[in-house]
């Protein structure tokens, strides 16, 4: 069966960086990419981007471009996204999503809470 | 950005009641809708794509339809486990974008 698992929760100071991985099974990893969405305490859902796990190419959110990195390890089937320059409007539930293409996130891993305090 | 928005946010119901929630689009985007359901402190659940396109394992009691700029995801006979909140989401265009939620309680 489809699982993602996301790494454990992260509290870090405003100006850092924050990584999370997502390890994937269950499926053709290369077949598929994935999506990440984040969700802030009481809010909807943001996208920040997506990554082709095959060819490795990505489609950011333009909110997002140049603070979201979004990078895959194929041989470990795990997708990794970085956030830099955090601040506190950064505090959100973040998830992974795998997607067929860029358009439709169709499976979701567990979460993880990125806490930003100082 | 494409907005999606939606109504209501909140809608009180009672186990059996068939319920409709709505979505605009501000502008066309045909059939392209995905409707989630998410239970407190869980990730999303893909229910629909493309407007009315049940996801394989979803309760026939949950129906979605519209196209262009007005959608609708409509659950019939609610069941106790249906109490939560749904979002809609337009796949026409980058960047995704998801509606407010509608919290059914």
């Known amino acids: 069966q489809v699982r993602l698992v996301q790494s454990g929760a992260e509290v870090q100071k405003p100006g850092t960086s924050v990584k999370v991985s997502c390890e994937a099974s269950g499926y053709i990893f290369s077949s598929y990419g994935m999506h990440w969405v984040r969700q802030a305490p009481g809010q909807s859902l943001e996208w920040l981007g997506w990554?082709?796990?095959?060819?490795?190419?990505?489609k950011m959110s333009p909110k997002f471009y140049d603070r979201v990195t979004i990078t895959r390890d194929s041989a470990a089937t795990t997708v990794y996204m970085e956030v830099t320059g955090l601040t506190y409007e950064d505090t959100a539930v973040y998830f992974c999503?795998?997607?067929?293409?860029?358009?439709?996130?169709?499976?979701w891993g567990q979460g993880t809470l990125v806490t930003v305090s100082s | 950005d494409i907005q999606m928005t939606q109504s209501p946010s909140s809608l009180s119901a009672s186990v059996g009641d068939r319920v409709t929630i709505t979505c605009q689009a501000s502008e066309d985007i045909s059939k392209y809708v995905s409707w989630y359901q998410q239970k407190a402190g869980k990730a999303p659940n893909l229910l629909i794509s493309d407007a009315s396109n049940l996801e394989e394992g979803v309760p026939s009691r949950f129906s979605g339809g519209g196209s262009g700029t007005h959608f609708t995801l409509t659950i019939t006979s609610l069941q106790p486990e249906d109490f939560a909140t749904y979002y809609c989401?337009?796949?026409?265009?980058?960047?995704?974008?998801f509606g407010g939620g509608t919290k059914l309680e």
């Open positions: 990554i082709n796990a095959g060819s490795g190419h990505t």
């Open positions: 989401q337009q796949h026409d265009g980058l960047p995704l974008t």
């Open positions: 999503a795998r997607g067929p293409g860029p358009y439709l996130p169709d499976f």
